[in-house]
């Protein structure tokens, strides 16, 4: 089974200044790996996702992240936040056979502050 | 492509009543998924379809939950004799490939 971890539960950030959503996860098969924000009362919009290839994956509205297989972790970044980035952001992971659903963590809630 | 869209989006019910919530998936997506997410909570599968085939069902999908998705196209998921425990936002996400699933707005269940 597979299992997600978001170390931080909420993080306040001035807006422009930098973000750092971390990630591990856990695994005995290979994985996708996926990141969703949610606004409130919304479902879960996809940023961005790992499939294969190349570590750094873009995504939208400026974010990145960064697969690191020895490290198990998949952190998302912004180099420069805007307040309507205030969300709760999912880090989420699936096999990659099977019926692929996704394992979630427990959330991000990243606060954009003025 | 208009999206995943489920109905109703709030549902407000008594102790004991049956509901029941419908999600259309993207056309031509084969795979359905079924979520459930508590307050201050990641959502947590509950069921899968592929096709009209139900092929996964989570230990979270009591005697009391039933799905089903008849031809193929969309999906319904019936709770009976509700609970206070069964409040939660109910998600629905649909995917082509086994890669990427897209959420829709998610139905909100309050049970009182």
């Known amino acids: 089974a597979q299992s997600v971890t978001q170390l931080d539960s909420q993080v306040p950030v001035f807006e422009e200044a930098p973000v750092e959503l971390r990630c591990n996860y856990s695994?005995?098969?290979?994985?996708?790996l996926f990141w969703y924000v949610q606004y409130p009362n919304q479902g879960l919009q996809l940023l961005l996702k790992?499939?294969?290839?190349?570590?750094l994956v873009k995504g939208i509205n400026g974010f990145e992240a960064e697969f690191n297989k020895s490290q198990t972790s998949f952190h998302l970044r912004k180099p420069s936040v805007h307040i309507s980035d205030t969300a709760e952001y999912f880090c989420?992971?699936?096999?990659?056979?099977?019926?692929?659903?996704?394992?979630f963590g427990t959330g991000t809630r990243l606060t954009v502050i003025p | 492509d208009t999206g995943v869209s489920q109905d109703p989006r709030h549902k407000i019910t008594k102790r004991g009543q049956n509901v029941t919530f419908r999600c259309d998936p993207i056309?031509?997506?084969?795979?359905l998924y079924w979520y459930r997410q508590t307050l201050g909570q990641g959502p947590e599968f509950l069921t899968y379809?592929?096709?009209?085939?139900?092929?996964?069902k989570s230990r979270l999908l009591s005697d009391r939950f039933s799905a089903e998705r008849p031809k193929g196209s969309f999906s319904t998921l019936e709770i009976q004799r509700t609970e206070q425990g069964d409040s939660a936002m109910y998600l629905c996400?649909?995917?082509?490939?086994?890669?990427?699933?897209?959420f829709g707005p998610g139905t909100r269940l309050t049970v009182l």
């Open positions: 996400a649909s995917s082509l490939r086994a890669d990427t699933q897209y």
């Open positions: 695994s005995s098969v290979s994985v996708y």
């Open positions: 790992y499939l294969s290839g190349s570590t």
């Open positions: 989420a992971v699936s096999d990659q056979t099977g019926a692929n659903n996704l394992f």
């Open positions: 056309s031509e997506h084969n795979r």
């Open positions: 379809f592929q096709n009209e085939a139900q092929l996964e």
